[in-house]
């Protein structure tokens, strides 16, 4: 049977998951070939993914498993792995769709969204939650980085964040247990991050969004997990002006906002006010709150003013807002307020970005993302690119866990078998020459992570991430 070629671009959930699906479902003999920017594989499962949600991270050992499958002696597939090249950079895309049957485009979304006010870009102490999250979990890109190595971070009591997703709970979570062993000594967070987080005296962390508690963006098990912290003398806050059950005709709402809901109208209550249920769960320590977090609603940012000698954010400026009925933000400047912040993380959401090489190959990328039917890439006309896909956050946008990527992963792996049945043969099948390119394999990425695991296990953690691709490739070359 004549073998088939598809290469995968990004090593992410998405990128693992279109792999597993194709080598699980193929009926003719498959070559896989994931490449990576990075010299180590999983994306955000390692680079995004709290560090104290270990469990999470789980898919690696699936991932790490399919590859064990296919490398076994009694498989008919064959894997490669070829981390630290970037395609795009490295490789020229449209040399790769070239050599291969097909090729998937599934390299995430790693810019950030932006809320295109003064300040934002040039004043100290005002970080993307990309930015701050690759960070703290050692992503080489960022995690010696001098924007987080010289600030201040003693000089940090006020946190403001801007957003109410997942990922805003994060890094809320991280700040105001920033002194909490029990939660952070035992994870793979960097502990060069740890420690200077650990300096920052932090009180008030206050999460703004400019739409109203109906449109949190957080999910309940993470909201949960914030007002949890109580166990640690952290306080959550709502003000009543935006929690205000009364007016949301409850019984109509879906289940799992009736829960927020539950859940908030419990914890805003005095510990011995609420419900036995809620009573069972962890009782603040000795009820003295030291620190402080705040949903906070309605509210646009307008400008971020810094002190002019040192630089340092002093405050953001805002205004009130009101929705339409069709949930259009209407900012009301005549209405303005000043919060005063030493730390602004503004965690809009990740973006997508084109890859170089588009262009040449006239793929549409629209709105952040890549444009496509079912995984199947479109170009600018709207008509299907022969043999080139995408799946994960770059094709559908930089929303949903690992489980909706996982899902939409198989769908287009499935499309793909489809298209592999009735495509020709392609002739010549190969790799692009990887001469000049200092590229890892599997087996070297496995010798990374071992180490890592290694050095981990000395201080009784799941690993100690190298924080720069330079170390990485010492440990290769060892
Ligand atoms: C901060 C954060 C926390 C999260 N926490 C959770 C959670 O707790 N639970 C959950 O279920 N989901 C979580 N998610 C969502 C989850 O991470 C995503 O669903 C998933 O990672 C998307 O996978 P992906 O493969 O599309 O993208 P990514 O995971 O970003 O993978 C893309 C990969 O492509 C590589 N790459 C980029 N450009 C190139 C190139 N040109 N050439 C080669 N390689 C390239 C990147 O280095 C990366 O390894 C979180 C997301 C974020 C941002
Ligand atoms: N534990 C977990 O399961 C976990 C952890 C982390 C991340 N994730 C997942 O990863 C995905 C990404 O999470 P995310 O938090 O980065 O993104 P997100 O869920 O899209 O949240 C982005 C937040 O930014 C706000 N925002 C965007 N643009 C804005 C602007 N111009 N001005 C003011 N506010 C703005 C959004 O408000 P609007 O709603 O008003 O647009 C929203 O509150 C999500 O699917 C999330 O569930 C999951």
Redesign the pocket.
């Known amino acids: 049977m004549v073998r088939k070629y598809v290469s995968i671009?990004?090593?992410?959930?998405?990128?693992?998951y279109t792999a597993h699906h194709l080598l699980q479902n193929v009926k003719v003999p498959l070559e896989v070939t994931i490449?990576?920017?990075?010299p180590v594989?999983?994306?955000?499962?390692r680079?995004?993914?709290?560090p104290d949600?270990p469990n999470?991270k789980n898919c690696e050992d699936t991932f790490t498993d399919t590859v064990k499958d296919v490398m076994g002696k009694d498989s008919i597939h064959k894997f490669n792995f070829i981390g630290n090249?970037?395609?795009?950079?490295d490789i020229e895309l449209s040399k790769l769709l070239s050599k291969q049957d097909a090729v998937v485009l599934?390299?995430?979304?790693?810019t950030d969204r932006k809320l295109g006010i003064p300040g934002e870009n040039d004043t100290t102490g005002v970080f993307t939650?990309?930015q701050f999250?690759n960070w703290y979990n050692g992503h080489p890109d960022f995690a010696l980085h001098p924007k987080f190595m010289d600030f201040d971070w003693k000089s940090v009591k006020n946190v403001g964040i801007i957003g109410n997703g997942?990922?805003a709970l994060?890094l809320a979570r991280l700040l105001l247990s920033n002194n909490v062993d029990s939660i952070w000594g035992r994870t793979d967070i960097s502990p060069i991050a740890l420690n200077k987080l650990r300096e920052a005296p932090i009180e008030n962390v206050k999460l703004i969004a400019r739409r109203d508690f109906p449109n949190s963006k957080f999910t309940n098990k993470e909201l949960r997990e914030m007002w949890l912290l109580e166990e640690y003398g952290v306080r959550g806050h709502i003000d009543s002006k935006f929690f205000t059950p009364e007016e949301w005709e409850m019984k109509e709402q879906v289940r799992s906002f009736r829960r927020c809901v539950d859940l908030c109208s419990e914890y805003v209550k005095p510990f011995e006010l609420r419900s036995a249920k809620y009573k069972k769960l962890p009782q603040p320590t000795n009820g003295i709150f030291t620190k402080n977090w705040e949903l906070d609603y309605l509210k646009t940012p307008l400008e971020i003013l810094k002190d002019e000698t040192t630089g340092y954010i002093k405050s953001l400026k805002l205004c009130n807002n009101t929705l339409t009925k069709a949930n259009k933000v209407i900012p009301h400047e005549e209405e303005t307020m000043s919060y005063e912040v030493d730390l602004l993380i503004t965690s809009l959401g990740?973006k997508g970005s084109a890859?170089a090489g588009f262009e040449e190959l006239g793929v549409q990328f629209d709105n952040a993302k890549v444009t496509n039917k079912q995984g199947r890439v479109l170009n600018t006309e709207g008509n299907e690119i022969p043999r080139l896909y995408t799946?994960?956050?770059?094709g559908r946008g930089?929303s949903?866990?690992?489980?909706?990527?996982m899902t939409n992963a198989f769908k287009v792996a499935d499309n793909i078998l489809k298209d592999l049945n009735v495509l020709p043969t392609r002739e010549g099948t190969s790799l692009p020459s990887l001469q000049n390119i200092r590229y890892t394999t599997w087996d070297d990425a496995q010798k990374i992570l071992k180490f890592e695991q290694e050095k981990g296990e000395q201080v009784s953690k799941p690993r100690e991430k190298l924080l720069t691709i330079e170390e990485m490739l010492q440990v290769v070359n060892k």
């Open positions: 671009i990004g090593s992410g959930p998405s990128g693992f490449w990576e920017r990075l594989p999983f994306g955000l499962s680079y995004g993914v709290a949600h999470v090249c970037e395609v795009g950079k599934s390299y995430g979304c790693a939650s990309r999250v997942n990922v994060d990740y890859m799946s994960g956050w770059i930089a949903g866990v690992i489980l909706a990527t």
